[in-house]
């Protein structure tokens, strides 16, 4: 018979498995929906639910028989992204970049092996490229993860491309060490990252590294458009402008490089 803590462990994992659909639903979802993509039996999804709800992390609305994620789940959200203390500095930044380019500005920071969009600032163009905070991309297939990335020795960029693999999402999209190394090396001349459609056909975006007290690279700033908008005669006035809001985020911060 399973332990008693193994059968909490596994309550737990379903119950954050619960959770994290609820949070990839703006409209909200029924238990049996929830259930099925858990792969879990209906009665043990609206156990885990009700324990989300009586914590305050799911919130059951009786009108349309929906679950929505709970204001508890936002508390703790929140704590996370005020501790990456570089969010609230960076909007004027991101703000300036969009206006200066008229696309999508963003930032981003490494976790877990992958680049995490945590605040963005959207186009006002009807057609824009929009990857919402929160997204993960392979770090080879995104701009802010090279530019990130091209601030690291080339002995730990080996390391880490050798312990994470590659994980191409298109066909521009890198596979192997040597082709990467000669991008980061064009990363390290020009002072800017390019994803030249790499993370999805038909968008690009240009970044820059932005650096914290230790001179570490803390976390990366972008801008992001249709392939269409963001031309390559266009791309070298739009690493200038990103490079320089990078420069300027690092001085904010009170970083080095």
């Known amino acids: 018979m399973p332990s008693q803590k193994s059968e909490g462990v596994q309550s737990v994992t379903r119950a954050l498995r619960l959770l994290t659909l609820l949070s990839q639903s703006d409209e909200g979802q029924r238990v049996s929906d929830l259930a099925r993509e858990a792969d879990l039996a209906v009665s043990t999804a609206h156990r885990l639910l009700t324990t989300l709800e009586q914590s305050g992390f799911a919130q059951f609305a009786p009108d349309d028989a929906l679950w929505h994620v709970g204001r508890a789940a936002f508390s703790v959200g929140a704590a ?69 990335l091209a601030t690291w020795r080339d002995d730990q960029i080996a390391a880490f491309a050798a312990r994470t693999g590659f994980h191409p999402l298109t066909s521009r999209s890198h596979r192997a060490l040597p082709a990467a190394m000669a991008d980061i090396a064009r990363v390290r001349a020009c002072g800017y990252a390019v994803d030249d459609e790499e993370h999805v056909t038909g968008l690009r975006c240009v970044a820059a590294a932005v650096h914290g007290p230790q001179g570490d690279a803390a976390c990366a700033i972008s801008v992001s458009g249709l392939a269409a908008r963001l031309t390559p005669a266009r791309i070298e006035t739009i690493g200038a402008q990103v490079e320089r809001a990078a420069q300027d985020l690092t001085a904010a911060l009170g970083g080095a490089r």
């Open 80 to 148: 996370y992204t005020q501790r990456r203390n570089f969010i609230a500095p960076a909007l004027p930044f991101l703000r300036r970049l969009r206006d200066e380019t008229r696309e999508t500005a963003n930032l981003g920071i490494l976790d877990e092996d992958q680049l995490v969009t945590v605040s963005q600032v959207e186009s006002r163009e009807i057609m824009r490229a929009i990857s919402p905070p929160g997204g993960r991309v392979p770090v080879f297939c995104s701009g802010m993860g090279k530019a990130i």
